[in-house]
Nanobody, 123 residues
């Protein structure tokens, strides 16, 4: 399994922005599907965004138009740019990779994940 390490979480006010990064232990160009999911206290895990090796992206309705997922294969790093944050975005965000699916939707069940990074948005 690929090892994943997130960074970039923190606390911001509503309307602010954060960029999460995820360093992978191997060549991200060879990983078919990578993505982000989040989990807030007392809530179910929620898929946020995913990207495949062709650069095709998928987003949940709740973040569409505000979040952008991208990948730098030269750095083996996955990113999540989060703009116009609101308190409902508060959660632990996890980087994830590898799926048994033939496609790469944001809600896919990933096999590997990082330790998570906290994002807190205040009103």
């Amino acid at each position: 399994q690929v090892q994943l390490v997130e960074s970039g979480g923190g606390s911001v006010e509503a309307g602010g922005s954060l960029r999460l990064s995820c360093a992978a232990s191997r060549d991200t160009a060879s990983i078919f599907c990578m993505g982000w999911f989040r989990q807030a206290p007392g809530k179910a895990r929620e898929g946020v965004a995913a990207i495949d090796t062709d650069g095709l992206t998928s987003y949940s309705d709740s973040v569409m138009g505000r979040f952008t997922i991208s990948k730098d294969n030269a750095k083996n790093t996955l990113y999540l740019q989060m703009n116009n944050l609101n308190p409902e975005d508060t959660a632990v965000y996890y980087c994830a990779a590898e799926t048994g699916d033939f496609l790469c939707p944001y809600y896919t069940d990933f096999r590997s994940r990082g330790q998570g990074t906290q994002v807190t948005v205040s009103s």
